[in-house]
DNA sequence: TACGGTCATGTCACAAGATGACATCGGTCC
DNA sequence: GGACCGATGTCATCTTGTGACATGACCGTA
């Protein structure tokens, strides 16, 4: 029998990670993943729930900071929410472009992670539009707010990310946020010109 | 072997819903689909690319709709994309709220599920936001305006077939696109009292 | 009627994902 | 030492999904 490894969640999320990037996600075996860390297959699947969730662990701690700084945050609900994420782009993304740009070329190769990814985000919305109802923001509010936000964060990450960006991901959230309030702002009356803040 | 089927595609999704619904998704096989539908589980495949899409085969027709009525509106984006909502709503949805209650139960039963549906519904966005940029609109404002968009249907179709509830699916669309106009709205500045169309 | 296409389907085989049941090893507590 | 316990390995099995190939129905043509 193999040596007891240490860390075996940490080396299989590695070894996934390195596996995928090499060969991509479908060219992957679990049991592949498993052998570079140097463990069973079975220990894998007690690990994580299926072979997606090896590239998905962040969201745990993603979804504390993000709630935490909700709880914190005494504003508007949707500005509580950009400023939520402004403070995550800050303390968790913004000294990992590189390791961002490699997850997000891997998910891109693989409409299974897409849908993982989708409903990662999903789950984290939940936990936000929780945390802002917990400070007593009405039910639609709480919801709409959070998706926004959401979507705020989606645009803002896809153009960090993309290349040729020197933007910090800070920044973008704030212009995009800019631009939302702009396009879902009151429709322009056919009047000459309504004046908007930009 | 068994006699060929006539509408072997409609016979299996009438299969898959009831299959679905009396025992859940994880607890029916394709090859119970295929049995009950009377074909093959080779010829699901061939039909179907996996298991979840029989619950998804409607995908197509929605964003063909969709897409029509995001080109024949004249209005600004945000605007454009709700009345297309509404749209589908009226021509779609409007006298099939027992088959789309029935629809969700499912998918609330399942993870895979809900997965899927996030893809299809991110999907459908990307094609509306490409209607939406054919029509010379930017590229930030199109996904903006595509993404809000897509969050008041899901918010206002969630409501709709949440028991006890008698609105109708093009007014609740109108309900929470206003919200979320009201929501996403310059923050109140510390002045008194900031007024807002309600 | 016979012939040769083509298209959908059935049949068989199989890799990979995922899970339950059970054995085993290392350490811990008494 | 010996009982206990948690993490791991091993084995068996089911299900998903796919490739390769055979078959049978249907269609136009000679």
Redesign the interface.
């Known amino acids: 029998m193999t040596r007891w490894q240490p860390d075996a969640r940490g080396r299989l999320e590695a070894a996934a990670l390195e596996l995928f990037r090499e060969r991509g996600f479908d060219q992957t075996t679990v049991t592949d993943i498993a052998a570079r860390a140097g463990v069973d297959k079975r220990t894998f699947y007690r690990l994580f729930g299926d072979k997606r969730e090896a590239l998905f662990s962040g969201g745990k701690l993603l979804e504390g900071v993000l709630v935490k700084a909700v709880a914190e945050t005494d504003?508007?609900?949707?500005?509580t929410v950009i400023a939520a994420f402004q403070r995550v782009a800050d303390e968790i993304f913004a000294d990992r472009l590189d390791l961002a740009r490699v997850r997000q070329s891997i998910i891109e190769g693989s409409?299974e992670l897409?849908?993982?990814e989708?409903?990662k985000t999903?789950s984290l919305a939940a936990a936000v539009a929780d945390a802002l109802r917990a400070k007593g923001v009405g039910e639609?509010?709480a919801?709409?707010?959070t998706?926004?936000g959401v979507?705020?964060f989606?645009?803002a990450f896809a153009r960090w990310v993309a290349p040729g960006c020197d933007a910090s991901l800070t920044e973008l959230i704030a212009e995009?946020a800019a631009?939302?309030?702009?396009?879902?702002?009151?429709?322009?009356v056919p009047a000459p010109n309504a004046a908007t803040?930009t």
Chains 1, 2 share one sequence.
């Open positions: 504003a508007a609900p949707f500005e409409p897409q849908e993982r989708l409903r999903s639609t509010a919801t709409l707010a998706e926004s979507t705020v989606r645009v995009m631009e939302l309030r702009a396009v879902t702002s009151a429709p322009a803040l």
